[in-house]
């Protein structure tokens, strides 16, 4: 036995436990490593649950009660009981707009922020703290367990989420009290708790299948080296369990001629359809008892009646593993393990699609899948805190990362696709004399112009000492951590100010929504290669006009008559070029100006001017 005691204080050293956190849509759960064994568990009320529900129910005194005893008042109270909390996590308004029927209670959209706000019994809540709400009910029930105060924890997010929901995953930790040491991938989480990765020389292509209550997420890993590395991700963010109980419900609806109720009569419904869905997992046939208003119901279900309803719903997930395969640019033959996670999963007709569509792999189906995720969170953490040295853990970014340069181009710092923590930076220079300050705005996506793609933040660096344009050095530096987000500095090389930011985005992205920009950006990639040539030579022309005209107009005694008017109709030919939208006529009058003027520009323009032609302009 080993006794750690604080040599300075001379008192016991608690040995500090970092849990892992799976803070899902529908349920939550909390899992640690187990010391005597070594082993992940995840941790149960005394009822021997482990599964919290994501569910907080304000009661008339506000007072947030979360998880299995706010699940009975999603019939009672469903205006005040809160679900699906994640979906709105970094959403603004507009994000939502389109499912807001899939929500209960009240979304606000007060324009503010543009982030949305639930309101319970007449107070408002933004998703991190109603998020947070949900951690500090884990935060307690572990230390509780745990018989020790619980200060920090990895938590798990999907593979897709950008920067804004990771961001407020990690402030709703903050706001329970819970330091947030990492922030992992979902799928990486439910692979390290299958052991998939742990050895440091084995080099493995793993799916992920993850069918949730209300989401539905397929990953495509690779793992070399103890480094996990996501190859694409696919899926629907309302495709998932739910839609199967929605199936149920209609079903019954129509064979047992029920009319529409009131919410509270649709929930009873609803709830008794999972029960049904539940049954269904281990028996042939379910058959559920339900009063509504005056009416006993006895409602049945077969389990070929039930693999009928959710058919299509299966085959929808089955057609996103393919868009992830053709994505992941692998064929079927290289993927040898499948993990299956969440409760989904467990509907036998599922995996059976599942399997059947990865008929060459492993399929890895031993561990509870609801509760995969957090035991493969509490691993990573058990590594955080220096347990194993064995593990690193590397992801990639979705998107490009970049700033706007002049003409609206957007101008890529950090590929898409590489792989994460990732640095890099790029020198750029002023556009007109005498600028002291220049805006800086940040965008991610992948097409050319920056108006297509979505604008994460900007700021001012200002204080720049007045130069000549061009002769600024302006150093733009992108640092994207492991949580994946994006810190952005700039400096001015010549004076030494420096101004950072983290960017910290107005709303987030659906995957759906990346999957389209990546698709735009696909079937634009023409157009915006010719938009890009083009507005290029209109800003080098633009350039050349600034500072040919600045010339004649400081050095005019330099010049012989002869020479000025040459330059002069260069310079109207070259502005009468610019208004054609043609690539060639501008790229040949700016040539033109340049030759008329490059005698004396040798000979005179000062090294500010020379200068001036270098360097991307922002
Ligand atoms: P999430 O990741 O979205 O928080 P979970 O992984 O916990 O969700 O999955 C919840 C879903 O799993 C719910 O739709 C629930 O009805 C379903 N589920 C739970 N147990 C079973 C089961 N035995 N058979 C089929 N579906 C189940
Ligand atoms: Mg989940």
């Known amino acids: 036995m080993k006794i750690p005691i604080n040599i300075v204080t001379g008192q016991l050293k608690e040995e ?5 956190i799976d803070l899902g849509t529908t349920n939550s759960l909390v899992a640690y490593i187990n ?42 109270h469903p205006e005040r009981t809160i679900y699906s909390v994640k979906r709105l996590l970094g959403k603004s308004y507009k994000d939502i707009e389109t499912h807001e029927s899939h929500f209960a209670y009240k979304i606000i959209d007060d324009n503010s922020e543009g982030l949305v706000k639930i309101e319970a019994g007449g107070i408002y809540y933004s998703p991190i703290e109603l998020s947070a709400m949900i951690l500090k009910e884990l935060k307690e029930r572990a230390s509780h367990f745990l018989r020790s105060d619980i200060k920090k924890a990895v938590v798990t997010v999907p593979a897709y989420f950008n920067d804004s929901q990771r961001q407020a995953t990690r402030n709703a ?14 799928p990486t989480a439910a692979s390290l708790a299958y052991g998939l990765g742990l050895k440091a020389d084995e080099l493995q292509t793993i799916a992920v299948y993850d069918l949730g209550g209300g989401t539905f997420d397929i990953s495509i890993l690779n793992i070399e080296n103890g480094i996990f590395e996501v190859l694409s991700t696919n899926g629907d963010t309302y495709l998932g369990g739910d839609d199967f109980d929605r199936a149920i419900v209609e079903f019954w ?8 109720g009131n919410k509270q009569q ?3 419904l609803r709830l008794a359809a999972e029960r049904a869905k539940i049954a269904l997992s281990s028996s042939t046939s379910s058959e559920q008892k339900l009063s509504l208003g005056d009416n006993i119901y006895n409602l049945n279900l077969s389990l070929a009646e039930f693999q009928n309803l959710i058919f299509p719903i299966v085959t929808k997930t089955m057609d996103c593993c393919k868009l992830a395969m053709k994505d992941s640019g692998l064929t079927l033959a290289d993927i040898k393990h499948v993990v299956l996670v969440g409760g989904s999963t467990r509907t036998p007709f599922v995996k059976e699609q599942v399997t059947q569509f990865f008929n060459q792999a492993q399929i890895h189906d031993q561990i509870n899948p609801d509760e995969v995720v957090a035991l493969g969170a509490a691993i990573q953490a058990d590594v955080l805190a220096g347990n194993r040295r064995d593990l690193l853990l ?10 706007e340069t002049l003409g609206g181009l957007m101008d890529t710092i950090i590929p898409r696709n590489t792989k994460v923590p990732a640095a890099a930076a790029r020198e750029y220079t002023t556009s007109k004399d005498g600028q002291t300050h220049i805006k800086i705005s940040v965008y991610q996506g992948e097409r050319d112009m920056v108006v297509e793609n979505r604008k994460l933040g900007e700021f001012v660096l200002s204080g720049i000492p007045a130069m000549p344009a061009g002769l600024p050095k302006i150093e733009i530096k992108f640092q994207l951590n492991a949580d994946g987000i994006l810190k952005v500095s700039a400096k001015e090389l010549r004076s030494g100010i420096e101004q950072t930011v983290e960017v910290k985005p107005q709303y987030g992205l659906t995957d759906s929504e990346v999957e389209k920009m990546l698709l735009d950006s696909f079937t634009h990639a023409q157009a915006d290669i010719n938009l890009r040539l083009l507005v290029e030579s209109q800003t080098e022309a633009q350039q050349l006009l600034y500072t040919t005209e600045k010339f004649l107009k400081n050095h005019a005694d330099k010049l012989n008559q002869e020479e000025e008017k040459q330059t002069q109709d260069a310079i109207d030919k070259l502005k009468l070029a610019l208004q054609s939208n043609d690539r060639q006529v501008v790229i040949s009058a700016t040539e033109f100006l340049n030759e008329v003027t490059k005698p004396f520009a040798e000979r005179l323009m000062d090294i500010a001017i020379a200068e001036a032609m270098k360097g991307k302009k922002i």
């Open 35 to 76: 010391k005597s064994d070594q082993k992940p568990l995840a941790i149960a009320d005394s009822a021997g649950d482990a599964i919290v529900p994501s569910i907080i129910y304000f009661d008339e005194n506000h007072q947030p009660v979360v998880g299995k005893q706010a699940h009975e008042h999603l019939i009672d």
């Open 266 to 268: 649709i929930q009873e």
């Open 173 to 186: 930790g903050k706001l329970a009290g819970l330091e947030v040491l990492r922030i992992v991938n979902e």
């Open 253 to 260: 609806k129509s064979k047992y001629q029920i009319a529409d």
């Open 394 to 403: 590397i992801d990639v970014t979705p998107l490009s990362l970049g700033i």
């Open 16 to 20: 500090e436990i970092i849990v892992g």
